[in-house]
């Protein structure tokens, strides 16, 4: 049974940094691409990162780029996602989801077939 | 920037059936945008249903269909069931910088 399990979320300042993990089991973590996801409270949902098999190809959301950098290990079957400059509009739930294709963004077929349930991270003073 | 756009609600009788659309900013949807849909229910994450326009993940129950209408993605549920009342997201796939951008989301109610 695949199995995403979000952690690291908390409240923390604007201006600030958090790291997200995600912690994968029960399939092959490095053979599929690896994206977070994120929802403001009451809001849809909105693609932050994504990340290759191998790290060999990354994205971010104009939202977020410069501010935040995904990274895995594939030594830990772990996914990361370092959040810099935090701001109020960060504020939402972050999930990670697992890719069907080795390739983040490979002009091929792809779906965020799993999902975590998410870890909360609050930006407030 | 790109927005995708949903209804942002539908209502539909138990049995019944109702069909979500998927429209880009951009133009005609096509086979190409490689158009998935996602449940969600409250206080639950998104489950996918719809991958590639029309296929369906192993758990994707028979009465959610995908396809192409009318220039948009769209969704049917044929024969809807209590459980089937959540909020809907599509997504849609444009490569380059900002790959993946997910719809504005359907909320069906069923009454």
């Known amino acids: 049974e695949v199995q995403l399990v979000e952690s690291g979320g908390g409240l923390v300042q604007p201006g600030r940094s958090l790291r997200l993990s995600c912690a994968a089991s029960g399939f092959t973590f490095d053979d599929y691409a690896m994206h977070w996801v994120r929802q403001a409270p009451g809001k849809g949902l909105e693609w932050v990162s994504g990340?290759?098999?191998?790290?060999?190809?990354?994205g971010y959301a104009d939202s977020v780029k410069g501010r935040f950098t995904i990274s895995r290990d594939n030594a830990k079957n772990s996914l990361y996602l370092q959040m810099n400059s935090l701001r109020a509009e960060d504020t939402a739930l972050y999930y990670c989801?697992?890719?069907?294709?080795?390739?983040?963004?490979?002009?091929?077929?792809?779906?965020?077939?799993?999902w975590g349930q998410g870890t909360l991270v609050t930006v407030s003073s | 920037q790109t927005v995708v756009t949903q209804e942002p609600s539908l209502t539909v009788s138990p049995g019944g059936t109702v069909t979500l659309t998927c429209a880009s900013s951009?133009?005609?949807?096509?086979?190409?945008?490689?158009p998935n849909w996602f449940q969600q229910k409250p206080g639950q994450a998104p489950r996918a249903l719809i991958y590639s326009t029309s296929n369906k993940h192993s758990w994707t129950p028979a009465r959610f269909s995908g396809s192409l209408l009318g220039g948009k993605a769209a969704l049917t549920l044929s024969g809807v069931q209590p459980e089937d009342e959540a909020e809907y997201y599509c997504l849609l796939y444009y490569g380059g910088a900002q790959p993946f951008v997910f719809g504005t989301g359907t909320k069906v109610t069923v009454l």
């Open positions: 990340i290759s098999w191998n790290s060999g190809s990354i």
């Open positions: 989801a697992k890719d069907i294709h080795p390739d983040y963004c490979s002009g091929g077929s792809h779906t965020f077939q799993h």
């Open positions: 951009t133009g005609a949807v096509t086979s190409g945008y490689y």
